[in-house]
């Protein structure tokens, strides 16, 4: 079992930046690749960012390539999602997930994710 709690959401003004933190559990963390999604009222979940156990490997969803970075610190058991030049469309729930035994190569699958935390809110006002 994986336990995921994400901090750092709230609500800042178009082009503005926030750091997302994922805290996990688990003794073999640096094996998992980990991914964030977000959801917003009336869509559905979308892959924004994912990165491979050793980090070497990185996803990103088009919307956000260029103003998005997702990296991990294997010793801390963490997972973050810097965000820059925030825009109102960025508005949604962030959830981090975990894919256990899954390869580099499926890091923008989201059927290969096992593991979800709770999520945080992200507010992006025009």
């Known amino acids: 079992q994986v336990q995921l709690v994400e901090s750092g959401g709230g609500s800042v003004q178009a082009g503005g930046s926030l750091r997302l933190s994922c805290a996990a559990s688990g003794r073999t963390f640096s094996s998992y690749n980990m991914g964030w999604f977000r959801q917003a009222p009336g869509k559905e979940r979308e892959v924004v960012a994912a990165?491979?156990?050793?980090?070497?490997?990185?996803y990103y969803a088009d919307s956000v390539k260029d103003r998005f970075t997702v990296s991990r610190d294997n010793a801390k058991n963490a997972l973050y999602l810097q965000m820059n030049n925030l825009k109102p469309d960025d508005t949604a729930v962030y959830s981090c997930?975990?894919?256990?035994?899954?390869?580099?190569?499926?890091?923008?699958?989201?059927?290969?994710?096992?593991?979800w935390g709770q999520g945080t809110q992200v507010t992006v006002s025009s």
């Open positions: 997930a975990a894919a256990t035994g899954a390869p580099a190569h499926t890091l923008g699958r989201v059927s290969m994710y096992d593991y």
């Open positions: 990165i491979s156990g050793s980090g070497i490997s990185r």
